[in-house]
């Protein structure tokens, strides 16, 4: 058999499996086609965080990362300022997560809160598909409903370029690639220890968090890390505040702020990363100080800590996190800040 054959052979091979891919994955995935642009949402919002802030309440609901979830005691806030807060801290997520926290938890239940804190750091209000995909969609997807065409837009669409714009909408194997991929991860992480061990998928879960625990990893490789991952913060083109505002979450999450009389604030926590003003990048200067006005100037509150001399090195844990000493520190200079909008 000489090799034009094999290859012909090999052709009409890949071409059937192309073809079965086409009429198999649609159907089994429950996916339309053509596709519509953008991911798939589930058709309800995880309700625990709605019913938790129907039922308790509270005047103050912070919105964060790691940063918000590690950098502040809820229960001492609440008693230093003596109202109820609630505090919704996701590590690793970004401003496509807090638009839809603001959008369908804070203003899903029966309750609206009186001052609501968006807790970032530099750049990550204007950068819309920033920790969306790969592992961090499932979390974004608890919190989305089934339509969320700001989000797809923001977050998916704008990303794409006519290729793949194309593909995801006629090509079933690439518009079903997350649903493959999980499905393949999930055989890789969870059929070994079951067949061998008869551990479930909990079992399994449970031993892998406790391995790969936060405090287990070694203190340099997790900051490198966080600086690789954080390269997209400080590109240039991120630092561009006026190429990005328009298309980022920042105007949605002020105009739902002002249409439900909630005083949305913006506070920026320091980090280790640029700890003194004078090593930031000109760029990113430039960017906080338009950042600051537009804040301002559209009714919402900015509050920058980033180089507050109060806050000391000695407080992190790590570059971007504080350790127990800095969580109590910062706790009381938030209270601070939060009992003069409260008074007003």
Same mark, same amino acid.
């Given at each position: 058999?000489?090799a034009?054959?094999?290859?012909a052979?090999?052709?009409i091979?890949?071409f059937g499996m192309?073809?079965?891919?086409?009429?198999?994955l649609?159907?089994?995935?429950n996916?339309p086609?053509?596709?519509?642009?953008?991911?798939?949402?589930?058709?309800?919002?995880?309700?625990?965080?709605?019913?938790?802030?129907s039922?308790?309440?509270?005047?103050?609901v912070l919105?964060?990362d790691?940063?918000l979830?590690l950098?502040?005691?809820?229960?001492?806030?609440s008693?230093?300022?003596?109202?109820e807060t609630?505090?919704i801290g996701m590590?690793?997520?970004?401003?496509?997560?807090?638009?839809?926290?603001?959008?369908?938890?804070?203003?899903?239940g029966?309750?609206?809160?009186e001052?609501?804190?968006?807790?970032?750091?530099?750049?990550?209000?204007?950068?819309p598909?920033f920790?969306?995909?790969?592992?961090?969609?499932?979390?974004?997807?608890?919190?989305?409903g089934?339509?969320?065409?700001l989000l797809?837009?923001l977050?998916?669409?704008?990303?794409?370029?006519?290729?793949?714009?194309?593909?995801?909408?006629y090509?079933p194997?690439?518009?079903?690639?997350?649903?493959?991929?999980?499905?393949l991860?999930?055989?890789?992480?969870?059929?070994?220890?079951?067949?061998l061990?008869?551990?479930s998928?909990?079992?399994?879960? !449970?031993?892998?968090?406790?391995?790969?625990?936060?405090?287990?990893?070694?203190?340099?490789?997790?900051?490198?890390?966080?600086e690789?991952?954080?390269?997209?913060?400080y590109?240039?083109?991120?630092?561009?505040?006026?190429?990005?505002?328009?298309?980022?979450?920042?105007?949605?999450?002020?105009q739902?702020?002002? !249409?439900?009389?909630?005083?949305?604030?913006?506070?920026?926590?320091?980090?280790?990363?640029?700890?003194e003003?004078?090593? !930031?990048?000109?760029?990113?200067?430039?960017?906080?100080?338009?950042?600051?006005?537009?804040?301002?100037g559209h009714?919402?509150?900015?509050?920058?800590?980033?180089h507050?001399?109060?806050?000391?090195? !000695?407080?992190?844990?790590?570059?971007?996190?504080?350790n127990?000493?800095?969580?109590?520190?910062?706790?009381?200079?938030?209270?601070?800040?939060?009992?003069?909008?409260?008074?007003?």
């Open positions: 058999m000489n034009k054959s094999v290859f052979r090999y052709l091979f890949l192309l073809l079965a891919g086409n009429v198999y649609p159907g089994h995935y996916i086609y053509p596709q519509t642009l953008g991911p798939q949402f589930k058709a309800n919002v995880k309700r625990d965080r709605i019913d938790a802030i039922a308790n309440r509270p005047a103050v919105i964060g790691s940063v979830y950098g502040i005691d809820q229960q001492a806030l008693q230093q300022l003596g109202v609630y505090s590590p690793g997520f970004g401003s496509a997560a807090w638009y839809l926290i603001l959008k369908n938890v804070v203003l899903g029966s309750h609206r809160p001052v609501v804190v968006v807790m970032f750091r530099d750049t990550m209000l204007t950068i598909e920790r969306t995909t790969g592992r961090y969609f499932a979390a974004i997807d608890d919190f989305a089934r339509r969320e065409p797809t837009e977050a998916f669409v704008n990303r794409m370029n006519p290729l793949e714009k194309l593909a995801g909408q090509f194997l690439y518009s079903a690639r997350w649903e493959l991929r999980e499905a991860d999930s055989r890789v992480r969870y059929m070994p220890s079951s067949l061990l008869d551990c998928a909990e079992c399994t879960d !449970e031993a892998i968090n406790s391995i790969f625990a936060r405090g287990l990893v070694d203190a340099v490789a997790f900051n490198q890390a966080v690789d991952a954080g390269e997209t913060l590109a240039l083109e991120a630092m561009d505040f006026d190429g990005k505002i328009d298309r980022s979450f920042l105007p949605a999450m002020i739902l702020a002002q !249409e439900n009389n909630i005083k949305l604030v913006f506070v920026r926590t320091r980090t280790l990363v640029f700890p003003y004078s090593s !930031e990048p000109p760029a990113l200067r430039n960017y906080m100080e338009s950042l600051d006005a537009y804040i301002s009714g919402a509150y900015f509050i920058d800590f980033a507050d001399e109060r806050i000391k090195d !000695e407080y992190f844990s790590d570059i971007l996190h504080f127990p000493s800095g969580m109590q520190a910062f706790t009381g200079m938030l209270a601070e800040e939060l009992k003069v909008l409260l008074k007003q």
